[in-house]
């Protein structure tokens, strides 16, 4: 029946202190939508870099239509037409899409010059093909994520893939954009042929999307099945190796007192935009306030002005009735602010120190842990950094181990960790499970929810619906910069919060005004 | 990315210094002559200073059957005291090539009271084992100033102009080239006081490219011939005048070899013969202990070298004539040569 | 000690003991291709550098200026912020202590040997502020600034010491000899060992104590690593980058200040042969590691006077010790070198076993 394409067999792949895969078979069929799942660490990219070329499996072979090949570079799988789209984008930001798309193999006139009306043509007519619309011309860096997904899909087409590899495609997209996404994706395989390989972690999309799907833990491939046989439940055992519980959380009455009240605020994006346009809210203790929004709808400004980071360009807003606009950020932190950042890698630790230093960011100027006023007692230190390990499960060899050397749930709870071990009386926790495996997101929604119950106001921020609805007491929505609604939990459905998130509601609010 | 920047840059430090100076440079001693030990500031290869006064040690050798060894510091200024000590252990006689030397080399030479110190081209007095030898560098550059303006205006010959422009390129600006600078000046000024004597100062003896740079500029200022005093770093300013087709006047050694298309003469240093003279004083037992030794144009310490007789020679008969006939003005002392500061 | 021997650092000093292993390897290559025992040649460097007390003391008298440059590299770069102007530095301080050692000559010798080194290091300390102020406020890149620096320090020095500060004796670039209840002693007769080397040991340990024990040290290696996560802590990084890039023209300063009080009692034009580079190669080399840069200097200064020894004894040029450390630093500094190679090599041994027992 169906053609197989690519057949791993017994693919190991050994790095430094890991077995990222341990023999692997795998077989890809022509026209399929294969999906390989599995948590961070599970070994999905390892394996999906080893089909493109990236990295030389240390055993094993790989068969391509029914003849085996040796990828020693990227090179050789194209040659194939196996194209890959990673997960952090592989583009110029300062050339135009064009460029980015034929960069490599530019079309030349008078064989050294760029064919740059060329390039443009063919962009064109690749994107007409395809049904993926984009300007050829259009810088690269001011495109949004999901623009800039499309320019690597095309540019993978370019180079002639009959095969793409789609690495965590979704992670960085909103709901629209991860809808548009697979809406491309059908339209490649059903009309124009092309096999898919997608790797992700989120189980309603494998649901959603794949044909078949492929599962993966600790190395191992613990399985293959059709989609129409999988569930979410039986994938998630699959993926963790026990049942997964999905709890409902528990959440308590608590007091409600306000803690944080913001006036009219208003700030400015790097760009010197005006990125928050006269945002008020208030929070209160014991309660889950979720920001939804589509990204860059300010949300990161709004959490970098509460934070100290970034200066206000107007309004203000007050801790516990203490105004606490342009304080620093270890003032801000002493009134009552702990802040998970969106980004642990950007902000939220250093992947160079250890975990111990990571987790002392943010007390080195306090008792116990620094004395006299200079000297730290590392011993303190150690303790601290054991018992915060211990308490929020943090899977190391020990306190000494770099946090660059951490899965990225790992990581996020060394951050989680920090951040909650401040005991403020207000959290600001922004994306806290971005790229964080299954069993972590558990482990931290609880701890979060654990927080609100011991009454500590959280302010919420995720660009995942899902999980501002399973979390939030209350939900705001943010779009462009201002506060589009503001809803109790329950009261709104999805289909509704995503009018907000994109400002169609506003023509008739402003009217009702 | 700054981190690779900077260690390229670093690398690039270290591989230059390395390629500076490759050449094997300690001359295996046998037999059991006079042992000399011969301490450079800088390092052998300059075809200039430093090599003049290896070749009076070498003459030396062949002459009296001493034995020697050189000892290069390669202008680390770290280097000087150590390779002082090792010679000092080594010889009995130590000449000792380098203003830089200085103090050094009276702390030494107190050390090692049965050693003879010979300091060339400083002035120390006082300390019994301890010979300097000064030379009057001034009155050699008055000659080499004299022979420049004479040349500056004669446009018979190709590459010279009108203008009564020369220049001079000196090393660093410290006493000694300041003394040629004043020498050159003068003797210049002596044949016409309308020439002017742009000078500039490459701040190193020991890279052609500043002297190239350097010389290039006066050339374009409409200088004609350029006075080199800068050790190695001249040797860029003979690449100037030969890529420019104008002239230059070498230093220390007779360096018209080099390019005798370019360099019309050089004010010769005898920095060897000096070393070998003292040498022989010193084995003859009639050394003046404690003394400066001054080698002026009177001692034929000093003198314009014009090369052999198979170069072409720019400096005419008239013209050497002139030059004999100054130079017995300033060995008689009826011309007085200025001294720099 | 202990934290040194961590798993990280462990493999770092294999690495580290393999390419110097592998660089005097490639310096015996060198000696034979010359037709030279390497064993003879090896034998006089370590004689030259250890082999008697002038030898080692001549060894550690380089070692001075070495350390204290490469700390002041290593904090600097610790910091995040890049000091190549070390050189000027040390120019600027060396000259400030002289002018006070030509100047004060009536203060008692104890009062001006502190008065030296005061001078010094805020001399020093001045001149990278300025660099480093640019940086913060106008993103001035510091490693630009810092060069060009250099260049102004030893001009500007040179010119003082031909003209307004020039000295009446003999022929030479350099100011009067400082008053000489100002000088340190020497230690060993014949070397230029003098008590500066316990002044260096003392800023050493302080340097050490504030880079690996104190909330200061903590703050800038994590500005270093990551500034925008030290904002985030509440750590004022812009100030860290200022105050670290002080503390290192200071250090490069001192580095001057002993050149003049305990080895040439007066300031040369070319009093430093570009200690601060090769400061700056061996906190390369040692990542920044305070005792790292203190025993690299130590094998630094062994390299240069056995060196010497090496050579005037059986006329193998000093340069080629050059070429070892080049060759030290391509290996280290190229943070892939000897490491990874070491480490397919393991995991390759360790896999092959594995496949093996697969098959069976």
């Known amino acids: ?513 | 990315m700054k981190k690779r920047v900077l260690i390229f840059l670093a690398l690039m430090l270290v591989v230059s210094t390395a390629l500076v100076g490759c050449q094997n440079s300690a001359t295996p001693a046998d037999g059991d002559g006079v042992k000399v030990g011969l301490v450079l500031a800088g390092g052998l290869g300059d075809r200039s200073f430093y090599d003049s006064s290896h070749e009076g040690v070498e003459q030396a050798k062949k002459d009296f059957g001493i034995e020697y060894k050189v000892y290069e510091c390669r202008n680390d200024s770290s280097l000087l005291n150590d390779q002082l000590v090792q010679a000092s252990q080594y010889a009995s006689i130590v000449a000792v090539v380098g203003f830089e030397f200085y103090d050094v080399v009276q702390e030494i030479a107190k050390e090692f009271p049965d050693v003879y110190y010979i300091y060339v081209d400083n002035e120390i007095e006082g300390i019994d084992n301890l010979i300097t030898i000064s030379y009057a560098e001034n009155e050699g550059s008055f000659l080499a100033g004299a022979l420049a303006a004479m040349l500056t205006t004669e446009t018979s010959i190709e590459g010279i102009d009108e203008g009564k422009v020369i220049g001079m390129v000196g090393g660093v600006d410290i006493p000694v080239i300041r003394n040629f600078q004043a020498g050159y000046e003068a003797g210049a000024k002596y044949i016409d006081p309308e020439v002017e004597v742009e000078v500039l100062f490459a701040g190193d003896f020991e890279d052609p490219a500043k002297g190239k740079e350097n010389a290039t500029v006066l050339y374009s200022r409409g200088a004609d011939i350029v006075f080199q005093v800068a050790g190695k770093t001249g040797e860029g300013v003979f690449e100037a005048a030969a890529e420019l087709g104008k002239f230059a006047i070498g230093v220390d050694s007779d360096q018209r070899y080099i390019n005798p298309d370019v360099i019309v003469a050089s004010m010769v240093k005898k920095v060897g013969k000096s070393i070998y003279d003292t040498i022989e004083n010193i084995q003859k037992g009639n050394v003046d202990k404690g003394k400066v030794v001054y080698y002026g144009l009177n001692q034929e310490g000093v003198e314009l070298g014009y090369g052999t007789d198979d170069m072409v020679q720019f400096a005419t008969e008239d013209m050497k004539a002139k030059i004999e006939d100054i130079k017995a003005k300033i060995i008689s002392g009826e011309i007085e040569v200025p001294k720099g500061k | 000690m202990k934290s040194i021997l961590k798993k990280g650092n462990l493999e770092y000093l294999t690495s580290l003991f393999i390419s110097i292993l592998a660089s005097l390897l490639i310096g015996a290559l060198i000696m034979m291709a010359n037709s030279r025992s390497p064993l003879v040649g090896y034998g006089a460097l370590i004689t030259g550098a250890f082999g008697s007390t002038y030898s080692l003391a001549t060894t550690f008298a380089k070692t001075v200026p070495l350390v204290l440059t490469g700390l002041a590299t290593a904090i600097s770069f610790r910091s995040g912020i890049s000091n190549i102007g070390g050189e000027g530095q040390l120019y600027l301080g060396a000259f400030a202590a002289a002018y006070v050692g030509i100047t004060f000559t009536n203060i008692p010798g104890f009062l001006g040997i502190a008065l030296a080194i005061l001078a010094g290091a805020l001399v020093g300390g001045i001149y990278a502020f300025f660099p480093a102020l640019l940086k913060v406020k106008y993103q001035v890149d510091e490693v630009i600034t810092t060069i060009m620096l250099n260049t102004v320090a030893t001009l500007f020095t040179g010119y003082l010491v031909n003209y307004p500060f020039a000295s009446s004796q003999g022929k030479m670039g350099g100011t009067e000899m400082i008053t000489e209840s100002f000088r340190l002693s020497r230690l060993v007769r014949l070397s230029t060992l003098n008590t500066s080397i316990f002044f260096m040991g003392f800023i050493a340990i302080v340097i050490y104590y504030l880079m690996e024990k104190t909330s200061f040290g903590y703050d800038s290696k994590m500005v270093g690593q990551n500034s925008l996560f030290g904002r985030y802590g509440g750590i004022k990084d812009k100030k860290q980058m200022v105050v670290a890039m002080v503390i290192s023209g200071a250090l490069c300063g001192l580095a001057g200040v002993f050149e003049v009080i305990g080895v040439h009692y007066r300031f040369l034009q070319h009093i430093s042969p570009g200690y601060a580079f090769d400061g700056m190669l061996i906190a390369l080399i040692v990542k920044n590691n305070p005792i790292g840069v203190i025993l690299m200097s130590i094998f630094f200064g062994a390299l240069k006077t056995g060196s010497i020894s090496m050579e005037n004894a059986i006329g193998i040029p000093s340069e080629l010790v050059s070429v070892i450390q080049a060759i030290i630093i391509l290996f280290i500094a190229g943070e892939t070198g000897f490491k990874n190679i070491y480490k397919n090599w393991r995991l390759k041994k360790l896999h092959q076993g594995k496949v093996g027992e697969e098959n069976v």
């Open chain 1, 1 to 513: 029946m169906e053609e197989i394409l690519i057949e791993l067999r017994n693919i190991s792949k050994q790095f430094p202190g890991v077995l990222a895969n341990d023999n692997i078979n795998l077989e890809i069929k022509k026209g399929e939508i294969h999906a390989i799942v599995g948590e961070n660490g599970a070994g999905k990219s390892t394996l999906m870099n080893i089909l493109y070329g990236l990295h030389e499996p240390t055993a094993g072979e790989i068969y391509f239509k029914g003849n085996p090949v040796r990828f020693t570079s990227p090179l050789d799988a194209i040659k194939l037409g196996i194209g890959m789209v990673h997960q952090h984008f592989m583009l110029v930001p300062s050339f135009t899409v064009a460029e980015n798309i034929v960069l490599g193999i530019e079309p030349k006139r008078k064989k050294f010059l760029v064919d740059r009306e060329k390039a443009i043509k063919e962009t064109k007519e690749l994107s007409q093909t395809y049904g993926l619309a984009v300007d050829p011309e259009i810088k690269v860096e001011s495109l949004s994520v999901g623009i800039q997904q499309r320019v690597e899909i095309l540019k993978a087409l370019y180079k002639g893939a009959d095969v793409l590899i789609l690495d965590e495609p979704t992670a960085v997209l909103t709901p629209q954009e991860t809808a548009e996404l697979f809406k491309v994706i059908r339209k490649l395989v059903d009309e124009l042929g092309k096999t898919i390989i997608i790797i992700t972690h989120k189980l309603q999309e494998v649901l959603a999307i794949s044909t078949r799907v492929s599962v993966m833990r600790q190395g191992k491939l613990v399985g293959t099945l059709d989609t129409k046989d999988a569930n979410e439940h039986l994938l998630a055992e699959m993926m963790v190796g026990r049942e997964v519980l999905f709890d409902k959380l528990e959440k308590k009455p608590t007091e409600k007192n306000e803690v944080l009240k913001v006036n009219g605020l208003r700030a400015k994006d790097n760009r010197g935009l005006l990125a928050l346009k006269d945002i008020s809210f208030s929070l209160k203790s014991g309660e889950i306030l979720g920001i939804a929004g589509i990204e860059g709808n300010g949300q990161s400004e709004l959490v970098e002005v509460l934070a100290g980071l970034r200066k206000k360009d107007g309004g203000e807003f007050y801790i516990n009735g203490v105004e606490a606009s342009d304080k620093s950020p270890r003032e801000i932190r002493k009134l009552g602010i702990a802040h998970v950042p969106e980004d642990r890698l950007a902000m939220g630790l250093s992947t160079e120190a250890s975990i111990a230093e990571n987790m002392l960011m943010g007390s080195q100027y306090d008792e116990p842990y620094r004395m006299k006023g200079i000297h730290l007692n590392k011993l303190k230190i150690k303790e601290m950094s054991k018992k915060l390990i211990k308490e929020f499960d943090i899977r190391t060899p020990s306190e000494e181990t770099l946090a660059g050397n951490l899965s990225g749930g790992n990581m996020q709870k060394v951050v989680i960790a920090r951040e909650f071990s401040f005991n403020t009386p207000i959290l600001i926790i922004s994306q806290p499970t971005r790229g964080v495996d299954i069993g972590a997101i558990e482990f931290i929604h609880t701890q979060i929810i654990e927080k609100r119950n011991e009454g500590c106001a959280i302010l919420l921020i995720s660009a995942e619906l899902d999980e501002i609805f399973r979390l939030s007491d209350r939900i705001m929505t943010i779009y462009e910069g201002r506060i589009t609604g503001e809803f109790d939990a329950g009261q709104i459905t999805r289909q509704e919060i995503g009018l907000y998130m994109t400002g169609k509601n506003m023509n008739s609010s402003e009217e009702g005004a």
